[in-house]
């Protein structure tokens, strides 16, 4: 089975740009979840998103956004890019099914590599 | 926030040698993942203890989880520089998603 896989790995962009990162889950996985990481707040949740639903949301702004499309393939979205938004953008899925009470395993994509200049 | 923290931050021993490493965290908790990551690339999944399992092995990799005290520690056994690496351990997920700790760095040294 193939793995998370994520586009693109490297982006540079500027400051007040907007990018959008995409994010293929595992087959038959449809709980899809964004970390950033970056060397000063480490990892952060983003969101999560399931049946194209985002149910949760981490302590991030609004030019933050996301989607899941039916296929559960995900994209997110920074608009006017700031330079504290550099960072490693980490997409997981895993199997979870609605209403389970323990989350399952996340299986991480490589990550997209985000640089604002 | 953060949830976990690990101890220590860095690490580094000899090949050969068995690498320990700590993780606390706050709340309560459903299950607790330990991930490991190579020079900021993706995470990878080592293992996921549940809240009524006490101990958990995986090849050279034994976790245990003391609820109790808010802690879980990862032995990896008999290390390899291969194993070089950041090592994080996570609880929740689902919907509220992963909360991380800031991760031990682990070298091995030849």
């Known amino acids: 089975k193939a793995g998370v896989t994520q586009t693109p790995r490297y982006l540079i962009k500027t400051r007040g740009q907007q990018v959008t990162l995409s994010c293929s889950p595992i087959?038959?996985?449809?709980?899809v979840s964004w970390y950033q990481q970056t060397p000063g707040q480490g990892l952060q949740f983003l969101f999560e998103y399931f049946s194209e639903t985002q149910r949760n949301k981490g302590n991030f702004p609004g030019r933050f956004s996301g989607r899941q499309f039916s296929n559960s393939r995900s994209e997110m979205n920074v608009s006017t890019l700031e330079l504290g938004d550099s960072a490693l953008y980490l997409c997981?899925?895993?199997?979870?099914?609605?209403?389970?009470?323990?989350?399952?395993?996340?299986?991480f994509g490589p990550g997209t590599r985000l640089t604002v200049l | 926030s953060q949830q976990g923290e690990e101890d220590p931050q860095a690490l580094s021993i000899q090949e050969g040698e068995n690498a320990t490493m700590n993780c606390s965290y706050k709340?309560?908790?459903?299950?607790l993942q330990w991930y490991r990551q190579n020079s900021g690339r993706g995470l990878v999944h080592l293992i996921l203890?549940?809240?009524?399992?006490r101990e958990k092995h995986s090849g050279r990799l034994r976790v245990t989880l003391d609820t109790s005290k808010k802690s879980s520690s990862l032995l990896i056994t008999a290390s390899r520089a291969a194993d070089t690496a950041s090592y994080f351990c996570a609880t929740g997920g689902g919907a509220d998603g992963l909360t991380f700790g800031k991760g031990t760095h682990l070298i091995i040294q030849p």
């Open positions: 203890i549940r809240s009524n399992e």
């Open positions: 997981a899925s895993s199997l979870r099914t609605s209403g389970s009470f323990n989350a399952d395993t996340q299986y």
């Open positions: 087959s038959g996985h449809r709980s």
């Open positions: 709340t309560s908790i459903n299950n």
